[in-house]
């Protein structure tokens, strides 16, 4: 694309930055919570591309200057520097416009926000458990690599070890964009524990992936909850099974792509305080609610994109773990590595990385950037 094809569109923002910015300092705006969230985000969104355009332009403009000096001044030193600062501006070009293109490809709202994640064991029986547990240890170790706070909600052992399911906040800075390529069948390929004559066996969990809903996204009425609670089981402790703290609550919520009415519940037992279960059980339904509303929205924008790097299609198979080999395979960008140890101890960055840059450039082919 050409720079002046690029900065055309950069000024068009210039009017829209101006009306932003007045907006968020307007009282009536901030009084509206949800209305100063987006705008607030919409400025400082716009405040990146601004300051990569004048970053751009600047670098035009030294790559048209120091030509100019080339042609013009016959004192070596100065042309010595012309030609330093040609380089830098011409390498610092196409840096610039990747970045910019990126920019103007409208970016997912949901990737800034912390994530909830459910990881249930499949196909396998015992081994799915397992192999449900080895997941949720590697992305604690990747959380933990990345700063990022985690809570186990609720969860269910399997009789072998392992989980049958459990489900666990991540809070940080763009959890979701980064997790959201995690949802999918995961598949597991090894020698169970219980097999006697070596025989490699195939199971499967399932990972969901879904963008915590702030409160003002989801309208709950919260006189209809039916909250129970229970003592909560575990081992030690003087409130185990002495204290009412686990809480479970219940909620008919009317699905508005069908119309009909279903029973929502909800169980936290995370912590021995009742009111911090309540929360985090408020947090999870809103999450739910959110989740299922929004998921027609994500499945149009899944088509439009025609890829499957991120399509939040959780029945879709998107890697193997492949044990005898000691090999991981992505099958959305038929990625391989012979790195499983270090994989599932939570060096999934690079993986990471590589489907996001699959997926920006399905974005830019969709975009015609």
């Known amino acids: 694309m050409a720079a002046s094809s690029l900065i055309e569109r950069l000024d068009i923002l210039e009017p829209r930055f101006e009306e932003v910015s007045t907006l968020i300092t307007d009282p009536a705006v901030i009084a509206d919570q949800q209305r100063y ?67 103007l490809v409208p970016a997912d709202p949901d990737d800034a926000k912390n994530a909830v994640v459910e990881i249930r064991g499949g196909t396998g029986g015992d081994e799915a458990a397992l192999f449900a547990g080895d997941l949720f240890r590697m992305y604690q170790k990747f959380a933990e690599s990345k700063g990022w706070d985690m809570a ?12 049958k399911e459990i489900v666990f906040s991540l809070t940080g800075a763009g ?10 069948v995961h598949r597991v390929q090894r020698v169970p524990a219980t097999e006697t004559q070596g025989r ?40 185990v099974n002495k204290v ?16 009909q009415v279903e029973e929502i519940l909800i169980e936290c037992t995370e912590t021995r305080d009742q009111p911090k279960n309540k929360e985090r059980a ?13 998921q027609k929205y994500l499945d149009d924008i899944a088509s ?4 499957m790097v991120s399509t939040g299609d959780r029945s879709a198979k998107i890697r193997t773990y492949n044990y005898p080999q000691g ?43």
């Open 175 to 184: 959890v979701y964009g980064v997790m959201k390529y995690e949802s999918g």
């Open 282 to 294: 408020l947090s999870r339904l809103r999450t739910f609610i959110y989740d299922r509303e929004h």
């Open 304 to 307: 439009r994109r025609k890829t």
């Open 37 to 103: 969230v987006r705008l607030t985000k919409e400025y400082h969104d716009l405040e990146r591309m601004l300051q990569a355009k004048r970053e751009y332009v600047n670098a035009l403009g030294a790559v048209e200057e120091s030509k100019q000096i080339l042609a013009e001044e016959e004192d070596e030193e100065m042309r010595q520097l012309a030609r330093q600062e040609l380089e830098e501006a011409q390498a610092r070009i196409p840096e610039l416009e990747e970045r910019i293109k990126l920019m």
């Open 152 to 163: 186990v909600s609720s969860y269910s052992e399997g009789a072998a070890g392992g989980y």
């Open 200 to 239: 490699v066996h195939t199971s499967a969990a399932t990972v969901a992936v879904l963008p915590e809903a702030q409160e003002f996204e989801v309208e709950i009425h919260e006189g209809e909850i039916r909250w129970d609670t229970f003592r909560s089981g575990g081992a030690g402790g003087q409130n």
């Open 327 to 369: 090999r991981i395979t992505d099958h959305r960008i038929n990625y391989t590595i012979y790195n499983l140890q270090g994989f599932m101890n939570g060096d999934i960055q690079d993986c990471i990385d590589k489907l996001t840059v699959a997926e920006n450039t399905e974005k830019l082919k969709s975009a015609e950037l």
């Open 244 to 259: 009412e703290s686990g809480v479970r609550l219940r909620y008919n919520w009317k699905n508005p792509n069908t119309g």
